[in-house]
């Protein structure tokens, strides 16, 4: 079993989410008492968020850097980040290191391919909605439509992942907006499926809250990330 290496603690609400998770799948896989070999490095976020919000996404890179070789020097097989928006500066991250990075984005494309999906809608942090690294990458690297909200509610959306979900505060309403968010993407532009892709999301949004599928960005990169430290 490779060891995995976490970089997490953005927020440490998800790191939490991802820690129980690859856990319960080594559990699930391998049965008895084996858990999953990891070392986590766990970052304050208030000053990750302050330099995301100013728009200081290289000293951002270096924060993570300086994490990621650490997990390395720990002797980590390979590495997740355990958020979608910093997956940002995964290009200025990978170098610095020399383990492999399991990119979120790759992990989710892989899994709409699978299942033939060719148009999806993106919920996730502005930065993640309306940025080129991420959504890109899945329509460039897979062939997948992607469609993100209207500003209003990328604001919506925004807001109740800083304010409450990075808080580990799960509100109805809240809920509620998202759903109906979704349920707009998916009328208006004939979505087949709708990316959760900010990581505390899946804490407020589960499949069947709403009529297409939901690919749950954390579950799909915990998955991915059990394959690889298994070698399948």
């Not at 690859?22 to 000053?47: M, P, T, Y």
């Amino acid at each position: 079993m490779k060891k995995i290496g976490m970089l997490g603690g953005m927020s440490w609400e998800s790191s939490a989410t991802y820690y129980r998770l690859l856990n319960e799948e080594i559990k699930k896989r391998l049965g008895g008492l084996h858990s999953a070999k990891i070392i986590l490095s766990s970052v304050d976020f208030e000053e990750i968020e302050k330099f995301q919000h100013s728009a200081l996404w290289d000293e951002t890179a270096a924060i993570l850097s300086k994490e990621a070789k650490a997990i390395e020097d720990a002797k980590a097989d390979f590495l997740i980040i355990c958020t979608n928006t910093m997956h940002k500066v995964v290009p200025k991250i990978e170098k610095n290191i020399s383990i492999p990075i399991l990119h979120i984005a790759d992990s989710t494309g892989k899994a709409l391919v699978r299942d033939k999906i060719k148009k999806v809608a993106l919920l996730g942090t502005k930065f993640t909605m309306t940025e080129e690294f991420y959504k890109n990458r899945i329509q460039e690297k897979f062939g997948i439509e992607v469609v993100i909200p209207n500003e209003k509610e990328q604001n919506i959306i925004h807001d109740v992942i800083y304010k409450e979900l990075c808080l580990g505060k799960c509100k109805r309403s809240s809920r509620d907006e998202y759903i109906k968010i979704i349920k707009r993407l998916e009328e208006e532009y004939n979505c087949e499926g709708v990316i959760l892709g900010c990581t505390e999301i899946s804490m407020l949004i589960k499949q069947g809250y709403v009529d297409i599928p939901i690919y749950d960005t954390t579950l799909l990169h915990v998955l991915d990330a059990i394959d690889f430290a298994l070698e399948l």
